[in-house]
């Protein structure tokens, strides 16, 4: 079986998806990327979280043919491949309809330094793309461009497109956009929150930075 240890993580972090609550029913994606042998294991599309095996999981190549699997890949596929084509960094993406983080790309908004755990997403803002029909390689296109040298962005009307260096991280962001998107909203709706400055959010990326080295 081509790329088993990333088809297993695809199945532990769907079922992550689903234990916290990140997204509803089947939807939402992950992928794990193999920078060696230039291939994707992702979820299988319109499959439950809990019942998908490493057997579901599909695996691609950069050019979108299906090299291992019987499954359907998910349908934003495109867009995990579009990002791993242009981001060398990038080597695992979640993406998720939080509910939180999923408001404020309905209302088009950016969500800015209200904490400073936002700064896991390596800046100070993680900016919302405008709407396109999932699927499409139109969505693909403006994900990739309003990702930018981020790790995460919102997709107006949509989600949540969380990327990392491992899956652990793509993961561990999509929580935090999800935390820092709650406390956003809870905080315009009764005043205007503080937001942290360029410089205090690259001091935080700096100490993150010191830490997992440490670790």
């Not at 689903?18 to 794990?32: D, E, K, P, Q, R």
């Not at 989600?159 to 709650?182: K, M, R, T």
Request: glycine share 8%.
């Amino acid at each position: 079986m081509l790329l088993l240890d990333e088809r297993q993580s695809v199945v532990e972090y769907c079922r992550k998806l689903a234990s916290t609550g990140l997204t509803a029913g089947t939807s939402g994606n992950i992928s794990v990327f193999n920078q060696q042998q230039n291939l994707m294991a992702v979820s299988p599309s319109a499959m439950s979280y809990e019942a998908i095996t490493t057997q579901d999981v599909v695996v691609l190549d950069l050019d979108a043919n299906i090299v291992d699997g019987s499954r359907r890949p998910s349908t934003e596929f495109g867009m995990h491949l579009g990002c791993y084509k242009v981001r060398q960094d990038i080597r695992a993406i979640v993406h998720t309809h939080s509910i939180a983080a999923t408001t404020l790309a309905t209302l088009g908004w950016d969500l800015p330094a209200i904490h400073y755990m936002i700064a896991y997403s390596g800046g100070a803002l993680v900016r919302c793309a405008p709407y396109k029909l999932f699927g499409t390689q139109e969505l693909s296109d403006v994900a990739v461009e309003y990702l930018g040298q981020s790790y995460g962005c919102l997709l107006a009307s949509h989600g949540v497109l969380a990327g990392g260096p491992n899956i652990g991280h793509a993961f561990a962001l999509a929580q935090q956009i999800e935390f820092c998107a709650d406390l956003y909203l809870r905080a315009k709706s009764v005043g205007e929150p503080t937001i942290l400055s360029d410089e205090e959010i690259a001091d935080v990326v700096a100490s993150f930075a010191n830490y997992n080295t440490q670790k």
